[in-house]
C-alpha cells in the first residue's frame, strides 16, 4: 500500500450550489474523456483508485479540498456526467441510500455491457465488508462507489464517519490488489492511535488461525473467548490451567475511547461459516460482522499467540491542486463562473481537436511539465469552516 502523508476530511454540512454543480458535472465528464482517449477504460478507472488523483480531480472541478464532500459530491458529479457519456466507464452507488441499489445498478450494467455482473456484486459486497468488519478503524461507512468500466474493471472508493470527532475518511480499493492483504491503494484521513486491522501482512497468521477457528467445534471458540475476556480482566482463577500466573493484557484499541464495538461472539455465524474456504468467504458469511471479528483477533492474539495489526493505515498535500479553479467554500479563492465556463470551453476544444489529431496529445503533455514546475503558495490553503 502506498502511503505518502496525511489529510483530513471534516465533515460540511453546507451544500454545492446548482450553478456549480452542473459545471462541475460538464467538467468532470470532459476529464474523463480525455483521460480516456489518452490512457484507455482500465487505466483511467485505476487512476481513480489512487487517492491522490481522486483528490487532484476533486480541487480540479472546485470542490473543497478538505471536505468530506470531496468524496460524495464528486462521486455523483462523475456517476451524473458519465450515465449520459458513451465512454464506457460508470459509477454505481454513493451515499446513503444510494449505496444499497449497487446490486441493482450492476444488474442494468450487466444487460448493457459484457461483464459478470455476479462477480461485480461479490466484489461490491467483500469491499464493503473489508473497510467495516476487517477494518475497524472508527469509522462506519455510509458511502460506497464502485466505478465500472464496459470491459469489466472496477475500482471502489468508500467513506466512513467518525462520530466522535465529526471526520470522515475514504478508502480506495483497486481490483488488482490482494483484497484479504493490504487491499488499499490508500485511506484518506485523520490518522487515529489505534485500529484492528486485519488485512494488514501482520495480520496474516491470525487470519489463519481464525479460520481454523471456524472448522472447529463452536463450543471451543465460544470457551476461547471466555478465556480471553478473562485475560481482559485479569482474572486468575480462571487462568491458573495454562500453569503461569494470569498476564497482564492491555490493549488501547480496546480498552481506549477509539473501539467503535463491543467484542462478541455470534455463534449462530461462526456455525454458518464452518465451510468458508478462505478469510474471503468468512467475511462474505451473513452474520459475521464488526464484534465477532473483534472477538476472533482477540482470540488469535491471547491464545494462539499470533500477531494481530492494531495500527492504523490511515494514509495522504491535497491543497496543490485548489487552484485549479478555486474552492466551493472560497479557499484558496472563490470559483468564478465566467472562468469555470472559459475552462469547460477550452476542454471540450480540446478533447474535439484531440479526437480529430491523436499527435496534439504532446502538447498535453507539455502543459503538464509546465504546471509541475509551478511554485504555488499552497499556504494560503486554508482548512474551510465546518
Excluded at 446548482?18 to 459545471?23: E, N
Aim: charge should be neutral.
Amino acid at each position: 500500500m502506498s502511503v505518502s502523508g496525511i489529510a483530513d476530511l471534516p465533515l460540511h454540512t453546507g451544500h454545492v450550489p446548482p450553478w456549480l454543480y452542473s459545471r462541475m458535472v460538464k467538467l468532470s465528464g470532459l476529464v474523463v474523456e480525455l483521460l480516456v482517449d489518452e490512457h484507455g477504460i482500465r487505466e483511467t478507472i485505476r487512476l481513480f483508485s489512487n487517492p491522490i488523483f481522486f483528490q487532484a480531480f476533486n480541487n480540479i472541478i472546485g470542490m473543497d479540498w478538505d471536505s468530506s464532500g470531496s468524496t460524495t459530491i464528486t462521486t455523483a458529479a462523475l456517476k451524473d456526467s458519465l450515465s449520459k457519456r458513451d465512454v464506457g466507464i460508470r459509477v454505481v452507488g454513493g451515499k446513503g441510500v444510494y449505496a444499497l441499489n449497487v446490486p441493482i445498478e450492476i444488474e442494468e450494467l450487466g444487460k448493457q455491457w459484457d461483464v459478470d455482473a455476479e462477480l461485480l456484486k461479490t466484489m461490491s459486497r467483500l469491499s464493503a465488508k473489508i473497510d467495516n468488519t476487517a477494518l475497524q478503524d472508527g469509522y462506519r461507512l455510509y458511502h460506497h462507489a464502485m466505478i465500472i468500466g464496459s470491459d469489466g474493471t472496477w475500482t471502489v472508493i468508500q467513506q466512513g464517519l467518525n462520530e466522535k470527532n465529526r471526520y470522515a475518511r475514504r478508502y480506495h480499493i483497486w481490483m488488482e490488489n490482494d483484497l484479504l492483504n493490504e487491499p488499499h491503494t490508500g485511506i484518506m484521513g485523520i490518522k487515529g492511535e489505534h485500529a484492528l486491522n486485519m488485512v494488514s501482512r501482520i495480520s496474516g497468521e491470525a487470519r489463519e488461525t481464525i479460520l481454523d477457528l471456524m472448522h472447529q467445534d463452536t463450543n471451543k471458540v465460544v470457551r476461547d473467548w471466555a478465556l480471553v475476556k478473562a485475560m481482559i480482566k485479569g482474572n486468575a482463577s480462571i487462568l491458573t490451567y495454562l500453569g503461569k500466573e494470569a498476564p497482564r493484557y492491555y490493549n488501547p484499541y480496546v480498552s481506549g475511547i477509539f473501539r467503535p464495538y463491543t467484542a462478541s461472539i455470534n455463534e449462530e455465524a461462526i456455525r454458518r461459516a464452518r465451510d468458508a474456504n478462505d478469510f474471503r468467504e468468512l467475511l462474505l458469511t451473513r452474520g459475521f460482522g464488526p464484534s465477532t471479528m473483534l472477538a476472533l483477533a482477540l482470540i488469535a492474539e491471547l491464545v494462539y499467540r499470533d500477531r494481530v495489526d492494531w495500527e492504523d493505515p490511515a494514509s495522504i498535500d491535497p491543497r496543490r491542486y485548489a487552484f485549479a479553479l478555486g474552492g466551493k467554500d472560497g479557499s484558496p479563492y472563490p470559483v468564478n463562473k465566467e472562468v469555470y465556463d472559459a475552462v469547460i470551453d477550452v476542454i471540450q476544444a480540446i478533447v474535439d481537436r484531440v479526437r480529430q489529431d491523436r499527435g496534439l496529445t504532446i502538447y498535453l503533455k507539455h502543459l503538464a511539465n509546465v504546471a509541475k514546475q509551478l511554485n504555488l503558495p499552497t499556504d494560503l490553503v486554508h482548512p474551510t469552516p465546518p
